[in-house]
């Protein structure tokens, strides 16, 4: 949806800091959303970003350049349950929610 | 936790059956959204709804169809069964749509044989 483009797979190690970027089609997109899933459970929300900016949460952090369509997802001090697919999504002013494919994050010790 | 239920959450059927799986919600969310998530394909968007009796189509809607006469409930229904609709199935309910945190449900399960 909205080719909402993200890589697949990332690994690191605990402690380590990752950077999980995001690109979107810019045109009807309200703002971008981050979220986490771990393996058989449901999405849980991380982070939206509809101005452009970091916007800080503690261990994340989330990014968005509304003109260059582009976001990321910063997560800092890994921990071992970090490992989880991490889910860019878009909305648009009609309400829909889009997400990309999901990026698998495993954490080494 | 948000209060959105999915129902069942594993089911198996046989190809050509139809399906109902329905989600159900404790928020009164104007918005509600089914997805379903298969390997290498993230979740895509089924169809959504923005009130009572208001829906609309999302990425992939072909073979489903949907109904929300009250604002707790929505329903998605596979009309006939294929073994390309075996996959996973969330439903998800937010209060602004697209601008406010969405919550899903646990999901279902859905194995078409």
């Known amino acids: 949806g909205q080719n909402i483009d993200q890589p697949t797979e990332m690994t690191a190690t605990e402690g380590a800091i990752v950077q999980i970027n995001c690109t979107y089609q810019?045109?009807?997109?309200?703002?971008l959303f981050w979220y986490q899933q771990h393996a058989g459970e449901a999405p849980t929300f991380l982070s939206y970003n509809v101005l452009d900016g970091l916007e800080e949460k503690g261990r994340f952090s989330s990014f968005l350049s509304r003109s260059k369509g582009y976001s990321y997802l910063l997560l800092k001090e890994l921990q071992m349950k970090d490992s989880a697919s991490y889910l860019c999504g878009g909305g648009s002013t009609l309400g829909r929610l889009y997400f990309g494919r999901g990026t698998q994050l495993t954490v080494w010790p | 936790d948000a209060g959105i239920t999915q129902s069942p959450r594993h089911k198996v059927t046989e190809t050509g059956t139809p399906v109902t799986l329905r989600c159900h919600q404790t928020?009164?969310?104007?918005?509600m959204y089914w997805y379903r998530q298969d390997p290498g394909h993230g979740l895509r968007l089924i169809h959504y709804?923005?009130?009572?009796?208001?829906?609309d189509k999302g990425e992939v809607s072909d073979g489903y169809s949907v109904s929300r006469s009250k604002t707790e409930d929505f329903l998605l229904t596979l009309e006939s069964a294929t073994s390309s609709q075996t996959s996973v199935y969330f439903c998800a309910i937010s209060e602004q749509g697209a601008n406010t945190e969405a919550f899903f449900g646990q999901g279902t399960r859905l194995t078409v044989v």
């Open positions: 810019t045109s009807g997109f309200n703002g």
């Open positions: 928020e009164n969310h104007r918005y």
């Open positions: 709804s923005y009130g009572v009796k208001d829906t």
